[in-house]
């Protein structure tokens, strides 16, 4: 056993890189962009005349310095929006998460993706299983940010009426 009481460790520069439990945190919209789903890439690769329709809108998402986050802060979480797909079903989930995101950003519209960018706001976030690309988290839902309903560990204090 090596004992470690008297070493100091400085722990503001650890940054967390792995999957974070499920729970609400404060985030930002750090990177967003348009990208061709791999059907539509093969499709354009083999020239088909008419290629598939499939691109989503990817984000980047960072948890903010906000004390809600706890060790979690600056942790990345992604999330792809298929705005653009051949099923209507992707289109309408897709949609109504933009819309998520639209109200936790204050907007009704915006004219770029861009705009959505450096605005605080709550996700909900959940862990996805998948035997193929392991366990990895995924945003639930979005809302406008709110400090306030969080305790000082990163659990949130708030319920919701949200059914998942």
């Not at 990177?31 to 059907?39: G, I, L, P």
Request: charged residues 25%; negative net charge; hydrophobic residues 35%.
């Amino acid at each position: 056993m090596v004992d470690l009481t008297d070493v100091q460790v400085d722990m503001s520069q650890v940054s967390f890189d792995g999957i974070i439990p499920e729970g609400k945190y404060e985030a930002c919209i750090e990177r967003v962009s348009k990208e061709d789903t791999n059907a539509r890439k093969d499709s354009i690769e083999r020239g088909d005349s008419n290629p598939v329709i499939g691109s989503y809108l990817k984000l980047m998402l960072r948890l903010t310095d906000s004390e809600v986050n706890g060790i979690y802060k600056g942790a990345v979480i992604y999330d792809n929006l298929n705005l653009w797909n051949q099923s209507q079903q992707c289109v309408s989930i897709a949609s109504k998460r933009l819309g998520q995101i639209y109200k936790a950003c204050g907007f009704d519209k915006v004219k770029d993706a861009s705009e959505l960018k450096d605005i605080p706001m709550t996700i909900k976030v959940i862990i996805q299983k998948s035997t193929g690309w392991g366990d990895q988290n995924s945003v639930k839902f979005y809302s406008t940010a709110n400090s306030s309903a969080y305790a000082s560990n990163g659990r949130s204090n708030m319920t919701d009426n949200v059914p998942f």
